[in-house]
């Protein structure tokens, strides 16, 4: 009872779409791992997301659904500056990761603490699997003596890949399946130690049992990470999120508890996209 | 049953399957034919040299210098290792400008500076190497008055820029972006991105443009005509005129005597034989440890 009306997120009674971030009971002092405030993105001036606010709590994991083209990736890689790399874009609005604007923050260094798994497995093809997992650490220039080996354990066997791979560290990583390299690149990820985990569809190039070993990491690794998950897949964001965010040309039309989402929608277009309308 | 025929009939004998076969047979032969003569002048090449020159190869050819006109014997110990020397400093200046030029191109700019990169790459490529012998001469030998090892590794060293930067560009491009999204998600700063996962994901091919251009400029006449110039006698002073394969080979094969015909067969049997043990080396050396394993 206490985590429902912790958790429940609400509109303001008349308020606009964009304004879904209204929390009842809020807990004085918790603040927010990520909030964005009136988040646009443009390329070629032409705007991709417009106005988002979205707040996120630390260790939950939030799916963002919605048709295809609807901005969800271009939310997710605004996170962590991923436009810089395209030219003709612009981000507009302001980007707070642990209250902090992100605008005060170095692009490595925001990159570091904002992760990110990509849609196709892309391990480094000549890595073997070992120099996959600590390439974060080795390319940082981290001059800490830490026992990569020992790092490499960890991060593996967090990803629920240990097992697997144990007797073949040093084999390409592209000798590994698609589930695996995807799963190495989780491990990958959490070994630079970041505390948020940005994932663009993660299991959209995969096969449904990898799709399950994916799905089952993220619901344990919400514990100590706060994840953003982008998914085509309803049932994949029922299972593992707290909150899910509905995205519909650019706009956040709903955000809510995902429980209540998929079984009480607050928008009429919600509806008809969870129930396959559209879509 | 209409529905019955249809789906037998893609397992049917097509009728003009005869027909197709001995057009796929024509084609294959073709391709078969055009094969065989486009690997013929090599062998024919490697067949003739050796046949040639091996008459007049012997030790002495490796460590012996020129011997006057008239008498027998001597070797070409000067312009092998000319040519050495020459390839080493045309690598030192053609091999980090083309990188450079090719990582600038494909990673940092997209602009008008870029395509004119690409655009001079483009002419350069296609600039008689005579004309790069003879730029070499206005920028080199006349500030410094006079032929030198050096120019001639300059001139060397322009001619191998647009081969490695062309292949360094074409090679980069095909690195998926998804390797440097991964990379700088981890938080590795652009540059490192670019030298340990963009680079050496494209290693393989750019090292056989390097590969390339280092034997393309060892079999240069041309431009070290007028830098390098050539010399009789044994030096290895980067100020001084230098000996090489190519002019030596050049002046024995214009000359009247038939011992220094023979001789120059010997040489171009040894060039050949010293691009292809470069070759040999560089890839052993940066062999993928991966390779036979996926
Ligand atoms: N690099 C880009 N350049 C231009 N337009 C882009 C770029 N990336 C995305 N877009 C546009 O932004 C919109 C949203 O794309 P995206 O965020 O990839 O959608 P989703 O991930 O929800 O399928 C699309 O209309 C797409 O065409
Ligand atoms: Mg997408």
Same mark, same amino acid.
């Given at each position: 009872?206490?985590?429902?009306?912790?958790?429940?997120?609400?509109?303001?009674?008349?308020?606009?779409?964009?304004?879904?971030?209204?929390?009842?009971?809020?807990?004085?002092?918790?603040?927010?791992?990520?909030?964005?405030?009136?988040?646009?993105?443009?390329?070629?001036?032409?705007?991709?997301?417009?106005?988002?606010?979205?707040?996120?709590?630390?260790?939950?994991?939030?799916?963002?659904?919605?048709?295809?083209?609807?901005?969800?990736?271009?939310?997710?890689?605004?996170?962590?500056?991923?436009?810089?790399?395209?030219?003709?874009?612009?981000?507009?609005?302001?980007?707070?990761?642990?209250?902090?604007?992100?605008?005060?923050? @170095?692009?490595? @260094?925001?990159?570091?603490?904002?992760?990110?798994?990509?849609?196709?497995?892309?391990?480094?093809?000549?890595?073997?699997?070992?120099?996959?997992?600590?390439?974060?650490?080795?390319?940082?220039?981290?001059?800490?003596?830490?026992?990569?080996?020992?790092?490499?354990?960890?991060?593996?066997?967090?990803?629920?890949?240990?097992?697997?791979?144990?007797?073949?560290?040093?084999?390409?990583?592209?000798?590994?399946?698609?589930?695996?390299?995807?799963?190495?690149?989780?491990?990958?990820?959490?070994?630079?130690?970041?505390?948020?985990?940005?994932?663009?569809?993660?299991?959209?190039?995969? @096969?449904?049992?990898?799709?399950?070993?994916?799905?089952?990491?993220?619901?344990?690794?919400?514990?100590?990470?706060?994840?953003?998950?982008?998914?085509?897949?309803?049932?994949?964001?029922?299972?593992?999120?707290?909150?899910?965010?509905?995205?519909?040309?650019?706009?956040?039309?709903?955000?809510?508890?995902?429980?209540?989402?998929?079984?009480?929608?607050?928008?009429?277009?919600?509806?008809?996209?969870?129930?396959?309308?559209?879509? | 049953?209409?529905?019955?025929?249809?789906?037998?009939?893609?397992?049917?004998?097509?009728?003009?399957?005869?027909?197709?076969?001995?057009?796929?047979?024509?084609?294959?032969?073709?391709?078969?034919?055009?094969?065989?003569?486009?690997?013929?002048?090599?062998?024919?090449?490697?067949?003739?040299?050796?046949?040639?020159?091996?008459?007049?190869?012997?030790?002495?050819?490796?460590?012996?210098?020129?011997?006057?006109?008239?008498?027998?014997?001597?070797?070409?110990?000067?312009?092998?290792?000319?040519?050495?020397?020459?390839?080493?400093?045309?690598?030192?200046?053609?091999?980090?400008?083309?990188?450079?030029?090719?990582?600038?191109?494909?990673?940092?700019?997209?602009?008008?500076?870029?395509?004119?990169?690409?655009?001079?790459?483009?002419?350069?490529?296609?600039? &008689?190497?005579?004309?790069?012998?003879?730029?070499?001469?206005?920028?080199?030998?006349?500030?410094?008055?006079?032929?030198?090892?050096?120019?001639?590794?300059?001139?060397?060293?322009?001619?191998?820029?647009?081969?490695?930067?062309?292949?360094?560009?074409?090679?980069?491009?095909?690195? &998926?972006?998804?390797?440097?999204?991964?990379?700088?998600?981890?938080?590795?700063?652009?540059?490192?991105?670019?030298?340990?996962?963009?680079?050496?994901?494209?290693?393989?091919?750019?090292?056989?443009?390097?590969?390339?251009?280092?034997?393309?400029?060892?079999?240069?006449?041309?431009?070290?005509?007028?830098?390098?110039?050539?010399?009789?006698?044994?030096?290895? !002073?980067?100020?001084?005129?230098?000996?090489?394969? &190519?002019?030596?080979?050049?002046?024995?094969?214009?000359?009247?005597? !038939?011992?220094?015909?023979?001789?120059?067969?010997?040489?171009?049997?040894?060039?050949?034989?010293?691009?292809?043990?470069?070759?040999?080396?560089?890839?052993?050396?940066?062999?993928?440890?991966?390779?036979?394993?996926?």
């Amino acid at each position: 009872m206490e985590e429902e009306k912790i958790n429940i997120v609400t509109l303001a009674d008349e308020g606009d779409l964009s304004e879904t971030d209204v929390l009842e009971n809020e807990p004085q002092g918790k603040s927010y791992e990520v909030e964005t405030k009136n988040l646009s993105v443009f390329f070629n001036g032409r705007p991709a997301i417009a106005e988002i606010n979205l707040k996120v709590r630390k260790s939950t994991a939030t799916a963002i659904i919605g048709p295809s083209g609807c901005g969800k990736s271009t939310f997710l890689r605004a996170l962590n500056f991923m436009h810089d790399m395209v030219p003709k874009s612009k981000v507009t609005g302001e980007i707070f990761i642990n209250s902090r604007n992100i605008s005060e923050f @170095d692009t490595v @260094d925001l990159r570091r603490k904002v992760g990110m798994v990509f849609q196709k497995p892309n391990p480094f093809p000549k890595m073997s699997i070992f120099e996959n997992v600590v390439s974060g650490i080795k390319l940082n220039g981290n001059k800490e003596k830490k026992n990569l080996h020992e790092v490499a354990e960890n991060c593996l066997k967090h990803a629920g890949l240990w097992e697997e791979v144990k007797d073949r560290l040093k084999q390409p990583a592209v000798s590994l399946s698609g589930g695996q390299q995807q799963r190495l690149c989780i491990a990958r990820t959490i070994a630079v130690e970041p505390e948020i985990i940005l994932m663009d569809e993660p299991t959209s190039a995969l @096969d449904p049992i990898s799709t399950q070993k994916i799905e089952e990491l993220i619901f344990h690794l919400k514990k100590e990470f706060t994840i953003l998950v982008v998914t085509h897949n309803m049932q994949q964001a029922a299972r593992v999120s707290d909150h899910t965010a509905f995205f519909y040309m650019g706009k956040l039309i709903e955000y809510s508890r995902t429980r209540r989402m998929f079984t009480n929608p607050r928008e009429k277009l919600t509806e008809e996209y969870i129930t396959g309308k559209f879509g | 049953m209409e529905e019955n025929k249809a789906h037998t009939s893609v397992f049917a004998k097509p009728k003009n399957l005869k027909r197709r076969k001995i057009v796929n047979s024509i084609m294959l032969s073709l391709c078969v034919v055009a094969a065989v003569i486009s690997i013929l002048p090599l062998f024919y090449i490697f067949f003739y040299t050796t046949k040639s020159g091996i008459s007049s190869l012997n030790l002495d050819f490796f460590t012996q210098m020129p011997k006057p006109v008239g008498e027998a014997g001597g070797g070409m110990a000067n312009g092998i290792v000319g040519t050495l020397i020459l390839i080493s400093l045309g690598s030192i200046i053609g091999i980090p400008v083309g990188i450079l030029a090719g990582i600038y191109v494909t990673e940092y700019s997209g602009g008008i500076f870029s395509n004119l990169i690409k655009f001079v790459t483009d002419v350069l490529s296609g600039v &008689p190497s005579i004309i790069i012998g003879i730029f070499a001469y206005g920028v080199i030998v006349i500030p410094m008055q006079g032929f030198s090892a050096l120019a001639g590794g300059f001139a060397l060293g322009i001619l191998m820029i647009p081969t490695i930067t062309r292949i360094t560009e074409e090679m980069l491009k095909l690195v &998926p972006q998804s390797l440097r999204e991964a990379s700088l998600a981890l938080g590795v700063s652009r540059w490192k991105t670019t030298l340990q996962i963009v680079l050496r994901t494209a290693s393989g091919g750019i090292i056989t443009g390097i590969l390339l251009a280092i034997a393309r400029a060892a079999g240069e006449t041309a431009p070290l005509l007028f830098t390098a110039f050539g010399n009789r006698f044994w030096s290895t !002073d980067l100020n001084q005129p230098i000996a090489s394969l &190519p002019v030596q080979i050049f002046n024995y094969a214009i000359s009247p005597f !038939d011992d220094w015909h023979k001789q120059a067969w010997a040489g171009a049997l040894v060039l050949i034989s010293l691009v292809f043990i470069v070759n040999l080396i560089v890839r052993i050396v940066t062999r993928d440890k991966f390779a036979n394993k996926v």
